[in-house]
């Protein structure tokens, strides 16, 4: 897997939006994961954890993790629960 593959900005012919090489490492300054890379089908979405999982699984950490986690986030203006 490369992050490329988790990012909205790779086209369908595989190449970047930005013109960017894809990455050797799961490391991208303009990385932008969608939740449809994650997940194909939305019905299959059952959370941030499982969001987590997936990208802990493929290597994806720091401010790239960070990206994932906040696209998974309930949106701003619903009611957030602390646990
Ligand atoms: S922005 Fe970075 S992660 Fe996204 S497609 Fe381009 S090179 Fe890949």
Excluded at 4 to 31: I, W, Y
Excluded at 75 to 80: A, F, H, L, N
């Amino acid at each position: 897997m490369t992050l490329c593959e988790f990012c909205v900005l790779q086209q369908a012919d595989n190449h970047c939006s930005l013109g960017h090489k894809t990455p050797a490492k799961m490391r991208c300054v303009d990385f932008a994961p969608g939740i449809n890379r994650f997940c194909a089908t939305p019905a299959d979405y059952a959370g941030q954890e499982q969001l987590k999982q997936m990208a802990l699984f493929f290597g994806i950490a720091g401010r790239e993790l960070k990206r994932v986690m906040a696209m998974g986030e309930p949106s701003k203006g619903s009611e957030m629960v602390k646990p």
